[in-house]
């Protein structure tokens, strides 16, 4: 049982480009939506996190934007650098359970 | 700030075979977590612990999986007997309280089964 399905699994990026990440949710009890960064051989870190009672969450080159009526989100990542290399996940918290579910993924690659 | 220790880092095993993964949770951190990640896959959550007490193991395999905190601080995860489908990474997460609290996740372990 897929409760967030996340696009695509895999995209290419010159450097400088926008990435763009999306993840769909069916739940409409879920009420806290982070998303993960990973790096090969390492454990995933948080890198930024939205409410659905804001639509739109910015830091840095990274902006969360939320459709709750879709009960859609998306990553965009501004100006990617090859750093930004990595695989990233969406995920979604339930308040009944306590806990996240997460999507299954998105390798970037951010060709120089 | 130290991170979330876990070992091994891998282990490679035969089928019905026995493994155990270690992990030591950030200081202070009250909730625990075990995740399956299978490649290519996102991380599954097979166990939570607040302090030393399971809050959620409804996917936890409990035929061959199990799970322990004891003094509400290290985890181990056991897998006995070992199956082929069980090959994934074992990532170990801790928080200070709740779930919606920053999830600080190890380097995890890779458990090849053979």
């Known amino acids: 049982q897929q409760q967030v399905k996340q696009s695509p699994q895999s995209l290419i990026v010159q450097k400088g480009g926008i990435s763009i990440i999306n993840c769909a949710y069916e739940n409409t009890a879920f009420d806290y939506f982070p998303w993960y960064q990973q790096f090969p051989g390492k454990g995933p870190a948080l890198l930024i996190a939205i409410r659905p009672d804001v639509s739109e969450k910015k830091e840095g080159r990274f902006t969360i934007s939320f459709n709750k009526s879709a009960k859609q989100f998306s990553l965009h990542i501004m100006d990617s650098q090859p750093g930004d290399s990595a695989t990233y996940f969406c995920?979604?918290?339930?308040?009944?359970?306590?806990?996240?579910?997460f999507g299954g993924g998105t390798r970037v690659l951010v060709k120089p | 700030e130290a991170g979330v220790a876990q070992s091994p880092r891998y282990k490679i095993i035969e089928k019905r075979q026995s493994v155990a993964f270690w992990c030591n949770p950030i200081?202070?951190?009250?909730?625990l977590y075990w995740y399956q990640q299978i490649l290519g896959q996102g991380p599954k959550l097979l166990i939570q612990?607040?302090?030393?007490?399971?809050?959620?193991d409804s996917q936890l395999p409990k035929d061959r999986f199990s799970a322990e905190r004891l003094k509400g601080v290290d985890s181990t995860l056991k897998i006995q007997p070992a199956k082929l489908e069980d090959s994934a990474v074992y990532l170990c997460a801790s928080s200070m309280t709740g779930v919606t609290d920053t999830q600080y996740f190890g380097p995890g372990t890779r458990l090849t089964v053979l």
């Open positions: 200081s202070g951190h009250a909730t």
């Open positions: 612990f607040q302090n030393n007490g399971v809050v959620d």
């Open positions: 995920a979604a918290h339930k308040a009944a359970g306590n806990k996240l579910t």
